[in-house]
């Protein structure tokens, strides 16, 4: 299905909210209901529906994919777009959170399956960077590999220095050096972090 736009969300005070109540319906062949949503960036929303098949009483909850544009300050005015994809025709996108996963009943959809795998090792992944420990002012990084700076210089252990703008992020300094830097997305790196000695 290609994209769709719109020029409101028809008094939904979000996208997320539009599109939950977009796939809750009832039809007299089943209902639909979205158990549980989430978006994530503002670029992808990920849900659980249940549908229930009126003649037979089947149920079943899948995974849907919406990729969203949202904009309101759009020029021409149309502040809003999705594009729906089911899990079984295997998207890209997977960063559903297990809330969501924990909730889809099971499938002999190969692409499904696959989605559903590669969601949980993102999840693995996003656990693993979050309980990283925070580089702190004082301490020394050291990285599995060297990173390379946009001034040519590469380093493998920098200094963590406290950032006088931002107490959210610090700044690294070569050894011996002056020059600062930042790295974006420090912990998607591979690093542990060494105390300074005792003075």
Same mark, same amino acid.
């Given at each position: 299905?290609?994209?769709?736009? @719109? ?34 960036? @503002?670029?992808?929303?990920? *849900? ?40 079984? @025709?295997?998207?890209?996108? %997977?960063? %559903? ?19 559903? *795998? ?5 999840? *693995? ?75």
């Amino acid at each position: 299905m290609g994209w769709l736009y @719109m020029q409101s969300l028809k008094g939904h005070s979000g996208p997320r909210q539009y599109l939950d109540a977009q796939f809750t319906f009832e039809r007299p062949e089943a209902t639909s209901k979205v158990l549980r949503s989430a978006l994530v960036g @503002m670029r992808v929303y990920y *849900a659980a529906v249940e549908q229930i098949r009126t003649a037979s009483g089947e149920r079943e909850v899948w995974a849907l994919i919406c990729l969203v544009r949202y904009n309101p300050r759009d020029p021409e005015g149309y502040i809003f777009g999705y594009k729906d994809i089911e899990e079984s @025709m295997g998207p890209h996108e %997977c960063d %559903c959170p297990e809330t969501i996963l924990d909730l889809l009943t099971p499938t002999d959809r190969p692409y499904a399956q696959q989605w559903r *795998a590669r969601c949980l090792v993102s999840a *693995a992944a996003r656990r693993a960077r979050a309980a990283k420990p925070k580089p702190r002012a004082g301490q020394v990084i050291v990285f599995d590999e060297p990173l390379s700076f946009s001034d040519g210089r590469s380093f493998d252990r920098l200094e963590v220095v406290a950032n006088p703008r931002s107490h959210r992020t610090a700044l690294f300094r070569a050894p011996g050096s002056s020059c600062l830097y930042r790295i974006p997305n420090i912990k998607s790196r591979s690093y542990r972090l060494v105390e300074p000695p005792p003075t």
